[in-house]
């Protein structure tokens, strides 16, 4: 089942989990089911990604005992003022009675009755942000949830120090892990030494640097990849793993699946510090990029996106 580390909170979470963001219901089902037979434990899903119920499928269809898989979930941004609601629907759509993991999606309330679910909208086109709730009130409920037997472990993602720093002085329970897109292009090595001062786990979405990524064909990486007979995808998952980051690769491709999974773990073994410090100083060099951005304010005090809140 590959390798896992400790959260917080005490329970063991796999270091390498399926991503499931852009999967269709129907590519995921099949998906999720060639991902358990290749040996994954831990599947990351979320209430916004709309296709619990076929990851549920997959689960089901591999016939590997809930009780050894580490799900996680995430509550949606038009939910910040009910909590269980969201998550009521996820457990029933992936049909299960508990999660492993749940987190804060995005550090950013929207409007519960907002005109899109999702993503609403103000007339004038400003995207409809909820600014009378606080943070540290929706982290209130997680905990909540948590004492309840709901959740195993709680945690956020794409939160910056400013955001954290919004929850921890009020929190019972810190954030066991902080989910992020991290990889060699956008390392946040600021942000990540923060997370280690706290004890909180990072966790990589788009290690690949996301569809149709263009560090699958950086010269740099594929040099260090041709140096060990790995691929390039393997590469920047390696180094990921090196740095003892949890990493959430999403396919949908049986065999890229099976690749990523051993290839992860033989990268682990054949990078050299050497590598590893090569590959953390490209972003540096000049090749910073981010390749997710969301259409609301979020980013405030990320190094790379340090613009204010409105
Ligand atoms: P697909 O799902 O069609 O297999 P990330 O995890 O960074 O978000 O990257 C996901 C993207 O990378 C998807 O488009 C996925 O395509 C593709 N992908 C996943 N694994 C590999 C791999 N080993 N080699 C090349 N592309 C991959």
């Known amino acids: 089942s590959g390798p896992s580390i400790k959260l917080s909170s005490g329970y063991d979470i796999p270091l390498i989990g399926l991503g499931t963001w852009q999967s269709k219901p129907e590519e995921v089902v099949n ?16 209430w916004g990604y709309g296709n619990e119920k076929d990851v549920g499928e997959g ?25 269980e609601e969201c998550l009521d629907q996820s ?34 086109g400003t995207r409809d942000v909820d600014k009378e709730w606080k943070l540290s009130d929706t982290w209130k409920q997680l905990e909540a949830l948590v004492a309840k037997g709901k959740i195993r472990s709680i945690g956020v993602s794409n ?20 989910q992020l897109e991290l ?29 149709g990524s263009p560090l ?10 041709e140096k060990h007979s790995l691929s390039a995808a393997d590469v920047l998952l390696g180094y990921l ?11 949908v491709t049986p065999a890229r699946i099976v690749a990523n999974f051993k290839g992860a773990q033989e990268a682990l073994s054949k990078l050299t510090p050497e590598d590893v410090a090569k590959l953390d100083g490209l972003a540096a060099a000049g090749k910073q990029k981010r390749f997710i951005t969301p259409p609301w304010p979020v980013y405030l005090g990320f190094e790379d ?3 204010p809140y409105p």
Not at 31 to 46: F, K, N, P, Q, T
Not at 159 to 178: C, D, G, Q
Not at 241 to 248: E, G, S, T
């Open 91 to 124: 457990l029933t759509n992936l049909g299960v009675d508990y999660l492993d993991l749940y987190l804060i999606h995005w550090p950013v309330p929207l409007n519960q009755n907002g005109n899109h679910p999702m993503i609403p909208t103000l007339p004038d």
């Open 31 to 46: 998906a999720v089911h060639s991902a358990l037979e290749a040996g994954y434990r831990h599947i990351d899903c979320a």
């Open 241 to 251: 793993l090196a740095k003892q980051i949890v990493i959430l690769p999403k396919s």
């Open 159 to 178: 939160f910056s120090e400013y955001n954290l720093e919004k929850i921890l002085p009020t929190a019972t329970i810190v954030p066991a892990v902080n």
């Open 183 to 211: 990889h060699v292009f956008n390392p946040q090595h600021k942000l990540l030494a923060y997370l280690k001062s706290k004890n909180i786990i990072p966790q990589a979405y788009s290690p690949l640097g996301s569809t």
């Open 59 to 83: 689960i089901r269809k591999s016939g590997v005992p809930r009780s050894e898989i580490f799900i996680t979930s995430k509550l949606w941004s038009t939910y910040h003022r009910r909590v």
């Open 305 to 307: 996106w340090p613009q």
């Open 216 to 225: 699958l064909k950086d010269e740099d990486i594929v040099s260090i990849s």
